[in-house]
């Protein structure tokens, strides 16, 4: 099965630095890949995905890359704001074939004002 | 619009007791699952069921019964609970078929086993 690694697993910047964590996934097969944000004591949201057919997606302060070739995407967060402090999870499944998200064990980010 | 709900917040049960966490959706999606989520170990899936009337096993199955009684509702049941099923437990749901599309997750249910 799919299996999917995280690092790190804690991240503490200053406000205003960039963040980037990264995951890499085993099964080449895999070309949906979203990522959750997870505040203290709430649940899992997703903040921002991507499907295979693409390398990189923005959304405002948020970015996600991913190599297919390397088998590997990450998260990029700049100009971090103390409410972008929490755990994020990275997934990957296989879009469309019956296929569960497999997570990663999660990076908790501390953002200092 | 509720979204994802689950019931209870939070419950103590002793060894060998048993308990049935409940999950509803009111967004009229195909796909149910339920996670438990354990300090350093991320989400790991327990049942989900892609469509109503079926169930499968997911990662970590072992102590835990489902029923997907309807569209709406996927039940988790404990029925001998152990310390080892201490965790927080989220239910989730997604629209596509096929398990595809993006998971919406309830607020969780926080489970303590003495």
């Known amino acids: 099965g799919e299996n999917v690694e995280q690092h790190p697993s804690t991240l503490s910047v200053q406000e205003g630095d960039s963040a980037v964590i990264k995951c890499t996934y085993s099964?080449?097969?895999?070309?949906?890949f979203p990522w959750y944000k997870q505040e203290l004591g709430k649940r899992p949201q997703l903040i921002i995905d991507i499907r295979s057919n693409v390398g990189e997606k923005k959304d405002q302060r948020i970015a996600v890359t991913l190599n297919k070739t390397a088998k590997h995407f990450s998260l990029h967060i700049t100009e971090t704001q103390p409410e972008d402090s929490a755990v994020y999870f990275c997934?990957?499944?296989?879009?469309?074939?019956?296929?569960?998200?497999?997570f990663g064990k999660g990076t908790m980010l501390l953002v200092s004002p | 619009n509720a979204g994802v709900t689950q019931t209870p917040k939070f419950q103590v049960l002793k060894t060998g007791q048993s308990m049935t966490l409940q999950c509803a959706q009111d967004?009229?999606?195909?796909?149910m699952y339920w996670y438990r989520q354990d300090p350093g170990m991320g989400l790991r899936l327990i049942y989900y069921?892609?469509?109503?009337?079926?169930?499968d096993k997911g990662e970590v199955p072992n102590g835990y019964n489902v029923s997907r009684l309807n569209k709406r509702e996927f039940s988790l049941r404990l029925e001998s609970a152990a310390p080892s099923q201490t965790s927080v437990y989220f239910c989730?749901?997604?629209?596509?078929?096929?398990?595809?599309?993006?998971?919406?997750f309830g607020p969780g249910t926080r489970l303590l086993v003495l």
């Open positions: 997934a990957a499944s296989i879009h469309s074939g019956y296929s569960t998200l497999t």
């Open positions: 989730a749901s997604s629209a596509g078929t096929g398990l595809e599309g993006t998971q919406y």
């Open positions: 069921s892609a469509s109503e009337g079926t169930t």
């Open positions: 099964d080449s097969a895999s070309n949906y």
């Open positions: 967004m009229n999606h195909n796909s």
